[in-house]
Antibody
Framework: QVQLVQSGAEVKKPGASVKVSCKAS????????IHWVRQAPGQGLEWMGV????????PYAHKFQDRLAITMDTSTSTFYMELSSLRPEDTAVYYC??????????WGQGTLVTVSS | EIVLTQSPGTLSLSPGERATLSCRAS???????LAWYQQKPGQAPRLLIY???RRATGIPDRFSASGSGTDFTLTISRLEPEDFAVYYC?????????FGQGAKVEIK
């Protein structure tokens, strides 16, 4: 069955970077775009960016343009989201999600990233 | 950026009642690129509707969606106990993909 399994919770200091992984299984790795979405405590969903495993452009939300990198390792069917220059307001649950023809049909379980001094 | 505004923010209803949630876009959207999600505490969102009005796999037919242009609606015909949750609309026709702020359906 389709699974997106994310790495565990992280605690980081302001100014540091975090790299969250999302391992895909149960479907052809290169067939579906993977998006990253975050949710601050008690808040709504915020789209961060997307990667096309088949190659091509990988748009990011403008607010993250300078400090976000979404990458992948085809040998391990794993996607990565790295956010740098962390601030306390980056504290959130970060999700990877698969996008077929529309919407996100499968989601990772979420990774809590806490930014605190 | 397309801003999605959901209303009402909270809907207080009883099981068996009908829920109607609104999602208004700041500019016209092709309904093909409008989705709805349900989220319960501590869980990832679940896709309900995509390419309005298509139901995702396994979603019961008490969930339906409609709309065009800037006004979209999610309807739950008869609320079941498991339907009390937060609902989000999302547009994915124009980058950046954006979500509404969410609407909570709570037990009255």
């Amino acid at each position: 069955q389709v699974q997106l399994v994310q790495s565990g919770a992280e605690v980081k200091k302001p100014g540091a970077s975090v790299k969250v992984s999302c391992k895909a299984s149960g479907y052809p790795f290169t067939s579906f775009y993977i998006h990253w979405v975050r949710q601050a405590p008690g808040q709504g969903l915020e789209w961060m960016g997307v990667i096309n495993p088949g190659g091509g452009a990988t748009p990011y939300a403008h607010k993250f343009q300078d400090r976000l990198a979404i990458t992948m390792d085809t040998s391990t069917s794993t996607f990565y989201m790295e956010l740098s220059s962390l601030r306390p307001e980056d504290t959130a649950v970060y999700y990877c999600a698969r996008s077929p023809s529309g919407g996100y049909d499968y989601w990772g379980q979420g990774t809590l990233v806490t930014v605190s001094s | 950026e397309i801003v999605l505004t959901q209303s009402p923010g909270t809907l207080s209803l009883s099981p068996g009642e009908r829920a109607t949630l609104s999602c208004r876009a700041s500019q016209s959207i092709d309904s093909t690129y409008l989705a709805w999600y349900q989220q319960k505490p501590g869980q990832a969102p679940r896709l309900l509707i995509y390419g309005t009005p298509r139901r995702a796999t396994g979603i019961p037919d008490r969930f339906s969606a409609s709309g065009s242009g800037t006004d979209f609606t999610l309807t739950i015909s008869r609320l079941e106990p498991e339907d009390f949750a937060v609902y989000y609309c999302q547009q994915y026709g124009s980058s950046p993909w954006t979500f509404g702020q969410g609407a909570k359906v709570e037990i009255k």
